[in-house]
Structures are given as C-alpha cells and as structure tokens.
C-alpha cells in the first residue's frame, strides 16, 4: 500500500517544512514506483524517502521527527557543516581497513546499530531483519529495551554478543531482572539511557498521527513489549525520574555486563560518568527527541573527549547520514558512531535488504572519505584531518 500522495498532501498543507521533510520535495514523486531493488538506491535520504512511502504515517511519523519544532533534529545534520576534513595527498590508501574493538566488540565498521524501539512497526522482519543485516556486514548492534522482538532471538540472529540498552522503568527490581535476562542472552554491555527523564511534546508526530486512517486499536492492545514480560509494570513508568549518578554503582553490583550511560552531552557530565565508574559514554541527545533547542551532538563531541581524555570510550549518535559524517567524528575522537533511522528506512523500505544497502552505502562512502583524506585504517583518523572551527577544547 502506498501512502505517498496522502503524504505529500500533508506536507503541502503543514505551515511547518521540517528537516526531512524539505528533502521531500527534492524527490521525485516517482521515485517509488522506479526504484524496487535495495541496490538502485543511491543514498540514505532516497532511502528515507522509499520509507516515508511505505511505512504508514502514524507509524512513519513515530520514526522520523523530533520533538516540538525539530529544531535539535534538524541541529544534529547542521552540525556537521561545522567541520571541514583536512585531506592529506600521496599517502599508499590501495588497503584501507575500517574495523574497530570497543570494549571487547571487534566490528567490521565502526558504525554501529542504535537502539530503536519497536521496529515491527517499519517492516514486519522487525529486529529480526536488522540482526541479521548487521551479522552480514559485521555491524554491531544494540537492542531496545522497547524492542517488538524477543532479545533472546535477536542475539541468535545476531549470532555475536549485542548490547542491552536499558530504559530501567521506575522500579528497581525491574531493572536488576531486565539486566540478569540480557546478560543470560548474552549481552556484553548495557547502556543506560539518561536523555528522557520525562515526557516529551511530539507534535510532527501528532501531525502525521491524524493522517493516518488506521484505528490504532486494531494492533496496539495494550499488550507489554517483550522485555517486560514476567515484569510487574503496573503504573510503572518507562524511566525514572529520580535517577542520579549512583545507579551506575548499583547496576555494577547487579552485573558484570560494561555499563554504558547514553545520552550526555556535556564535559562536567562525562566526567562524572567516568568518576562514577562508567565504562563507555554515548554522546546522544537521543536523536532530536529529548530536550529541544540542543546543539547538535557532533558539536557536543569535543568538550566530551577532552573531559574524559581516552580513559573510556566515546560513541556518538545524532543526525550520521554520510561517510564523511561518520569521517569527522572519528576524527574529533569517537571510538564508533551510531545510526539510528537511517537503517530503519532501509527495514522500512525493504526489510533486512534494505538496512544492508544502508549499511553498504555508509560504508562506502566511509571509505571512499578514508582514500581521500590519506587515511588507512580507524585510528590513522586523528584531529589533524579535521579543521574544527575553534570546537577544540
Ligand atoms: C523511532 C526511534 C526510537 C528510538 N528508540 C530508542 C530506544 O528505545 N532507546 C534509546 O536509548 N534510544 C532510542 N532512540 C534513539 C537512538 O538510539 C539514537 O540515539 C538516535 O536515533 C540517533 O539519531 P539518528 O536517528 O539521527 O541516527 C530512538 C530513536 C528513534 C528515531
């Protein structure tokens, strides 16, 4: 089924052209009808575009925007703009190597899979299709805890340890059983999520909601998402807004899984989180859909690697969409970087097929920015290949 014109009739009449969908109107309206094989999409945003076809609205809308006007949605693509790569000549780049070990995960790329929740709602492959994308092009890969699938045969698909991530509910015994069944399916790391301690005010969303005709009641039942299975949940929230520094000392009394806090964008916070004994830090403003009027994480990168100074490591996600995305971060001192809807447009669009054209193109192009800039490998990609505009702390 198509929702495209139903979707183009919204956009014609929205007082509010958000970040993608400014994109569409660089699409042609054609573009789905011609383009029926994952491999004749050419980028990211086509794919974005296929997505936006085939996913219905409501459930697109869920996906793609940010919170009130979108503005750190769309300050997480400017930001890049910030950055200019230094390109060094005459450097031997016949073998260019792009894998990576963070925190015992050997990966292939150093793009890894973000949590995104609910992925039975772009593709019925779901974290299935996304599983096995990643195992086919050696990506890593983390899990919800909003998950549609099962962790237990995400892992299996998998077929290598995958990260947790947490959101810990506002009860405790919750999160010691959430953590006892990830380290049971294997998981080697759990990343706890700080960005949203509270609700968020998702108006694109609600937008494109009264767009789709479905009756939402038809498929959501109020039924839990199968983390929460044997949980007690009854009037528990999904976060809790109480949570201080001290939870990572709780967490590592409960596991012995890496504990990952997700969503800092700021140095006194990185900092605190490697005092309070973290073991890895993902700069995140949970894609645009936490705290609205925020900088770009790109731009939050700096202050963050100076504060923790290579005691842990740093990943960053927010707005990646190029190889020369993922280039500038390397270069400003993450270890990996992650993508979030990029590979759900691709599970949108196409399913498994689709996220591992995804993962193709930025790979591709991560590449194609390494031979250009005289880089061989991951950790050849230092400041001196990125001029920063003065965001050097
Ligand atoms: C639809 C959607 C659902 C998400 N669900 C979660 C989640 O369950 N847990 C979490 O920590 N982050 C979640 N995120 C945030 C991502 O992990 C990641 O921080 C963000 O998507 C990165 O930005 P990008 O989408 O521009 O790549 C979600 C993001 C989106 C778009």
Same mark, same amino acid.
Not at 190 to 195: A, M, N, P, R
């Given at each position: 089924m198509?929702?495209?014109?139903?979707f183009?009739?919204?956009?014609?009449?929205?007082p509010?052209l958000?970040?993608?969908?400014?994109f569409a109107? #660089?699409?042609?309206?054609?573009?789905?009808?011609r383009?029926?094989?994952p491999r004749?999409?050419i980028n990211?945003f #086509?794919m974005?575009a296929l997505?936006?076809?085939?996913?219905?609205?409501?459930?697109?809308?869920?996906l793609?925007?940010?919170?009130?006007s979108?503005?750190t949605?769309?300050?997480?693509?400017?930001?890049?703009s *910030?950055?200019?790569?230094?390109p060094? /000549?005459?450097?031997?780049?016949?073998?260019?190597?792009?894998t990576?070990?963070?925190?015992g995960?050997?990966?292939?790329?150093?793009i890894?899979?973000?949590?995104?929740?609910?992925?039975g709602?772009?593709?019925?492959?779901?974290e299935l299709?996304?599983?096995?994308?990643?195992?086919a092009?050696g990506?890593?890969?983390?899990?919800?805890?909003q998950?549609?699938? *099962?962790?237990?045969?995400?892992?299996?698909?998998?077929?290598?340890?995958? @990260?947790?991530?947490?959101?810990?509910?506002?009860? @405790?015994?919750?999160?010691?059983?959430?953590?006892?069944?990830? #380290?049971?399916?294997g998981a080697?790391a759990?990343?706890?999520?700080?960005?949203l301690?509270? *609700?968020?005010?998702?108006?694109?969303?609600s937008?494109?909601? /009264?767009?789709?005709?479905?009756?939402?009641?038809?498929c959501?039942?109020?039924?839990?998402?199968?983390?929460?299975?044997?949980?007690?949940?009854?009037?528990?929230?999904l976060?809790d807004?109480?949570?201080? @520094?001290?939870?990572? +000392?709780?967490?590592?009394?409960?596991t012995?899984?890496?504990?990952?806090i997700?969503?800092i964008e700021v140095?006194?916070?990185?900092a605190?989180?490697?005092?309070?004994g973290?073991d890895?830090?993902i700069?995140?403003?949970?894609?645009?859909?936490?705290?609205?009027?925020g900088?770009?994480?790109i731009?939050?990168l700096?202050?963050?690697?100076?504060?923790?100074?290579g005691?842990?490591?740093?990943?960053?996600?927010?707005?990646?969409?190029?190889?020369?995305d993922?280039?500038?971060?390397?270069?400003l001192?993450?270890?990996?970087? +992650?993508?979030?809807?990029?590979?759900?447009?691709?599970?949108?669009?196409?399913?498994?097929a689709?996220?591992? *054209?995804?993962l193709?193109?930025v790979?591709?192009?991560l590449?194609i920015?390494?031979r250009?800039?005289?880089t061989?490998?991951v950790?050849?990609?230092?400041?001196?290949?990125?001029?920063?505009?003065?965001?050097r702390v």
């Open positions: 198509t929702y495209r014109r139903q183009l009739k919204y956009l014609a009449a929205s509010l958000t970040s993608y969908s400014a109107q #660089e699409v042609e309206e054609t573009l789905g009808e383009l029926t094989d004749d999409v990211v #086509e974005e997505a936006r076809e085939r996913i219905p609205p409501a459930h697109f809308g869920y793609a925007t940010g919170v009130d979108d503005e949605l769309q300050a997480n693509r400017d930001g890049f *910030r950055f200019q790569i230094k060094r /000549r005459l450097v031997d780049v016949s073998e260019v190597d792009t990576v070990n963070v925190l995960v050997q990966a292939d790329s150093p890894f899979l973000c949590p995104v929740g609910s992925q709602a772009y593709h019925s492959d779901a299709g996304t599983a096995r994308a990643a195992a092009k990506h890593h890969m983390i899990l919800s805890t998950s549609s699938t *099962r962790i237990e045969d995400v892992a299996e698909a998998r077929g290598a340890p995958i @990260w947790h991530q947490l959101y810990s509910t506002d009860r @405790w015994e919750n999160t010691v059983l959430m953590l006892q069944r990830a #380290e049971a399916a080697t759990v990343c706890l999520t700080i960005d301690p509270g *609700r968020r005010n998702t108006e694109t969303q937008r494109l909601f /009264r767009e789709d005709d479905r009756n939402c009641l038809d959501h039942r109020g039924q839990a998402k199968p983390m929460f299975e044997g949980l007690d949940m009854r009037g528990a929230r976060t807004p109480s949570l201080t @520094w001290d939870v990572i +000392g709780r967490m590592k009394q409960v012995d899984m890496n504990v990952i997700k969503g140095a006194e916070d990185a605190l989180a490697v005092e309070y973290a890895g830090i700069v995140s403003n949970h894609g645009g859909r936490s705290v609205e009027t900088r770009g994480t731009e939050c700096p202050e963050v690697v100076a504060a923790v100074s005691r842990i490591p740093v990943i960053v996600d927010g707005g990646f969409r190029r190889g020369t993922v280039f500038k971060a390397l270069a001192g993450a270890s990996a970087v +992650g993508f979030g809807r990029p590979y759900c447009f691709g599970l949108g669009a196409f399913g498994q689709g996220v591992e *054209r995804v193709d193109l790979n591709r192009e590449v920015a390494m250009g800039s005289g061989t490998s950790n050849n990609i230092t400041y001196d290949y990125v001029h920063d505009n003065g965001y």
